[in-house]
């Protein structure tokens, strides 16, 4: 069971060439290339910002291609990568091309895409659909991700796109093609009341499910923290994917806790991310 971590949080600290030299240096097998600043977006201004990234440039693609020859120098490869969200905005979506581009270009072989958190099955569908023939071309899957909600009155999630193993299962079917699968996120799943809970979700995903985002929380709040640090029960999480036969990448999402790291400490946080999933790993022998 490979493992792999999401390269946003490092990259903050240390800038994405470096950030994927130090995760095959903690002992990951792999980089999750997230793409947020290929197109950021101000929650409170409601709108996408454009920026002077290199993802947001150009010359994008040729940055992909170092990222990815510089993990393949360390012995570490792109497994999935992470478009920028959210994608109801349509400047946002007028990227989500380029971020499937980038994964192809890296090496990556899944492209999460988050649905709208309100949209229907149908209408978040019409979306998945008009991006999976330039997937395609491209050699790159497509995987949605549960959702949340939060209901500021009660202080508590509420139900979102693909929150619950039904409405996850009733996207896959709207769209009901093999090339768009499932990303399960393991925070968000235990989110609660909004989440199903992990295990039973991954049950119900079966083998729709190809790709994970894994961190802990206290069941109520996303937290993205490293895992067996709160109150996620990882056990149960290891042994339906033991049942389910998963043999994906045991991707970590847990850039909460690496954020507020320094370039001093950065590699002491990947190495304790990288022993977390190697824990869950093990505990699926």
């Known amino acids: 069971m490979k493992t792999s971590t999401e390269i946003a949080s490092a990259a903050s600290i240390v800038g994405e060439r470096k950030a994927v030299e130090l995760i095959a240096e903690a002992g990951f097998d792999a980089w999750d290339f997230t793409m947020i ?14 920026t002077d990234h290199p993802l947001a440039g150009k010359r994008y693609l040729s940055f992909a291609r170092e990222l990815k020859r510089i993990g393949l120098e360390h012995g570490v490869v792109c497994n999935q990568s992470h478009a920028p969200f959210p994608s109801y905005d ?4 007028s990227h989500l091309k380029r971020a499937i581009e980038c994964t192809a270009e890296a090496g990556g072989s899944i492209c999460v895409i988050h649905p709208c958190n309100d949209g229907s099955p149908q209408e978040n569908a019409e979306m998945f659909l008009s991006l999976l023939p330039f997937a395609k071309e491209h050699g790159v899957k497509i995987a949605t991700e549960n959702m949340w909600n939060w209901d500021r009155e009660k202080g508590e999630s509420s139900f979102a796109a693909c929150a619950t193993a039904q409405s996850f299962l009733a996207h896959l079917d709207a769209v009901h093609d093999p090339d768009f699968v499932a990303c399960l996120d393991i925070g968000h799943a235990e989110m609660r009341p909004a989440g199903d809970g992990a295990a039973a979700m991954i049950r119900a995903l079966g083998h729709h499910l190809q790709a994970l ?7 109520r709040k996303d937290s993205h923290q490293i895992p067996f ?5 990882f056990e149960g999480v290891a042994a339906a994917l033991k049942e389910m036969g998963y043999n994906g990448y045991l991707t970590l999402e847990a850039d909460t806790y690496l954020r507020h790291h320094t370039p001093e400490t950065v590699l002491d946080g ?3 991310m990288a022993a977390s999933a ?8």
Do not use: F
């Open 213 to 219: 985002h894994i961190h802990d929380n206290d069941l």
């Open 229 to 233: 640090s709160m109150k996620i029960d």
């Open 278 to 285: 190697k824990r869950l790993a093990d505990m699926m022998r």
């Open 37 to 50: 600043e290929m197109c950021p977006y101000d929650y409170e201004a409601g709108k996408a910002i454009l």
């Open 270 to 272: 990947l190495r304790n």
């Open 90 to 93: 349509p400047t946002i979506r």
